[in-house]
């Protein structure tokens, strides 16, 4: 998943687009700083040709800023609790950046701080360290873990880099400066609107599995796209009955339980969806199921449910 400031990434593009349609050469800064005004009477001009700009305000550190649970990228715990994060502290496993005063939830650290711009470094050396960091300093380096929801497995609670509606969501997790040591302010910055991210499905061909239990079973496709949970009935097995030309690969044997629509209810959730199509695209009308030795392809009224159920 990556999160690029939204104004940054379109100012890059506008500079790109506007620089490839325009092929006269751009007038020299220079020249077009002096390049004389005309006088709007006879009289020449006594007084200064334009006023001084002013300088910019400094960036100002705000009374209260949140502040983001990371931990490492190999860590496969896919979001927190404010009890488990409680938890952490108490047993001085939570690490706390310096000159940060935590003001909610409350927690009772029994551990030492931490230099706020080395936690990157910090749970990249040990991916299962769990972490609060300022906003501004969340990389790529440092996997954002969001405060449980009430979906499946704590799905689809607040998160500061999620997508629209999980930014949206009260954030409970607020810290102030304390001043000893200083923050540096763009540490501590966060604008919801200058943040978007990105689901990738992987290959959407469905034509495998999904088509058999859609069509050959008669579950149909919105049973498909329906998608809730499933757990494993044991361990992968070599697949007994491989269709002809394909190897025993290894398959899981899956169980549903339930929470229909929670996978699309997921893939749409991101400012932006990427699927990756890699079979043709076939009238509906001319479309069956393939053997997967001979070729794969997807029936077009498919189209319209990646786009309305999956973003």
Same mark, same amino acid.
């Given at each position: ?19 490839? $349609? ?5 007038? !020299?800064?220079?020249?077009? %700083? ?13 007084? *200064?040709? +334009? ?8 960036? +100002?550190?705000? %009374? ?20 488990? @994060? ?5 047993? &001085?496993?939570?690490?706390? *950046? $310096? ?8 927690? /009772?650290?029994?551990?030492? $701080? ?37 979906? *499946? ?38 604008? /919801? ?15 495998? &599995? ?5 069509? =050959? ?12 949970? /499933?757990?494993? #009935? ?23 339980? &339930?929470?229909? &629509? ?5 893939? !749409? ?9 890699? $079979?043709?695209?076939?009238? =509906?009308?001319?479309? #069956?199921? +393939?053997?997967? /030795?001979?070729?794969? !392809?997807?029936?077009?009224?498919? @189209? ?8």
């Amino acid at each position: 998943m990556h999160r690029v400031p939204r104004r940054r990434a379109a100012l890059a593009l506008a500079t790109v687009v506007l620089a490839a $349609c325009d092929p006269s050469p751009s007038p !020299s800064p220079t020249a077009a %700083a002096v390049a004389p005004t005309p006088a709007s009477s006879g009289s020449p001009s006594t007084g *200064p040709s +334009a006023a001084a700009p002013s300088p910019s305000a400094p960036i +100002a550190i705000p %009374a209260s800023f949140p502040l983001a649970v990371v931990t490492g990228l190999e860590n496969v715990k896919a979001v927190i609790s404010l009890d488990d @994060l409680a938890s952490l502290a108490h047993t &001085g496993d939570l690490l706390m *950046p $310096c000159g940060v005063q935590v003001t909610a939830p409350q927690l /009772a650290s029994t551990s030492d $701080c931490a230099p706020a711009d080395q936690i990157a470094a910090a749970v990249q050396k040990s991916p299962k360290r769990v972490a609060l960091l300022p906003p501004g300093l969340v990389e790529p380096a440092t996997k954002v873990l969001p405060i449980a929801g009430d979906g *499946p497995f704590g799905l689809f609670g607040p998160d500061l880099f999620g997508g629209p509606a999980a930014r949206a969501l009260a954030y409970p997790i607020t810290g102030s400066a304390t001043g000893d040591p200083a923050l540096d302010p763009a540490w501590v910055q966060y604008d /919801a609107g200058q943040v978007w991210n990105l689901n990738e499905t992987g290959s959407l061909c469905a034509d495998r &599995g999904g088509a058999k239990q859609a069509v =050959t079973l008669g579950k149909g496709w919105d049973w498909v796209f329906g998608g809730g949970t /499933a757990k494993y #009935r044991g361990g992968p097995i070599p697949n007994p009955n491989p269709p002809p030309g394909i190897d025993r690969h290894p398959i899981v044997r899956p169980v549903e339980t &339930g929470n229909d &629509g929670a996978t699309g209810k997921l893939l !749409s959730s991101s400012d932006v969806t990427l699927g990756n199509l890699k $079979c043709p695209v076939l009238p =509906t009308k001319d479309w #069956r199921p +393939a053997n997967q /030795a001979l070729g794969l !392809s997807v029936p077009e009224d498919v @189209l319209t449910r990646w786009s309305e159920v999956l973003g």
